[in-house]
């Protein structure tokens, strides 16, 4: 029983950030390269205590708030909170 629920967290666990949409291209402000680190910072420092919340879950305004709120927890700096906004700002509108 056990092993199920680990593997289902596993699962789902997966499926969830292979539902975060991959950057394919710049954007007029902000370099591919920055998306992509911003959405592997974003998988990384904003998992470990709940799910992550997909981008068009907030708007833009609400995404600003929530990382304001959420840069203790996850110990980022503001470079990198920075660019875990361009990533989900710009993924919401994909
Ligand atoms: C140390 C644990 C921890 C880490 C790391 C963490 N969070 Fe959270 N997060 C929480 C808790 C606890 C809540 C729910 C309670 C609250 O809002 O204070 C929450 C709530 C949220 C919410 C919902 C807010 C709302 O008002 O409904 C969002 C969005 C969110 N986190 C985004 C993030 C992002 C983005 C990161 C990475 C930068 C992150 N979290 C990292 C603990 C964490």
């Known amino acids: 029983m ?3 629920i680990i593997i289902g967290s596993i699962l789902l666990l997966i499926s969830c950030s292979s539902q975060l949409y991959i950057p394919i ?3 007029l402000t902000v370099s591919l390269e920055d998306l992509k680190t911003g959405r592997e910072i974003y998988v990384k ?3 470990s205590c709940h799910q ?3 981008p ?3 708007t833009e305004k609400a995404w ?3 990382l304001a709120k959420m840069q203790d927890r996850a110990k980022i700096t503001d470079a990198e909170k920075q660019l875990i ?3 989900i700002t710009n993924a919401s509108k994909k």
Do not use: V
């Open 25 to 27: 291209e710049a954007t």
């Open 85 to 87: 906004y361009q990533y």
């Open 56 to 58: 068009n879950q907030y």
């Open 2 to 4: 056990k092993k199920l």
């Open 45 to 47: 420092k904003c998992s």
């Open 64 to 66: 600003s708030l929530n």
């Open 52 to 54: 992550l919340h997909l």
